[in-house]
């Protein structure tokens, strides 16, 4: 089974940028679609993008379409997300999440198997 430690969230100003890692160890990591959630403060965790195991199918949830991009690096085990034109709104947990099973890459957060703990992103407006 792969484990996922994500990093590179923080405070940041409204307007400004910040990219997400996931890395994962363990199993082969190009076995796995990816995926990135969130979950605000009193709100559900929701899908914000997702990348299949070769890297070549991704998704992005439609109101973060201009401003967020999934990819990955399969030879360092790694999927990103970069977000640009950070907004309040924005504010959350974010996670990153496995998928072996699927064929095709999901917003379905119940597909993952495998999730991270999570790495809080603060908008200041």
């Known amino acids: 089974q792969v484990r996922l430690v994500e990093s590179g969230g923080g405070l940041v100003q409204a307007g400004g940028s910040l990219r997400l890692a996931c890395a994962a160890s363990g199993r082969a990591f190009d076995d796995y679609n990816m995926g990135w959630f969130r979950q605000a403060p009193g709100k559900e965790r929701e899908f914000v993008a997702a990348?299949?195991?070769?890297?070549?199918?991704?998704d992005v949830e439609d109101s973060l379409k201009d401003r967020f991009t999934i990819s990955r690096d399969n030879a360092k085990n790694m999927v990103l997300l970069q977000m640009i034109s950070l907004k309040p709104d924005d504010t959350a947990v974010y996670y990153c999440a496995a998928d072996q099973g699927g064929y095709s890459i999901t917003r379905i957060p119940r597909r993952y198997e495998t999730w991270g703990q999570g790495t809080q992103v603060t908008v200041s407006s």
């Open positions: 990348i299949s195991a070769s890297g070549g199918n991704s």
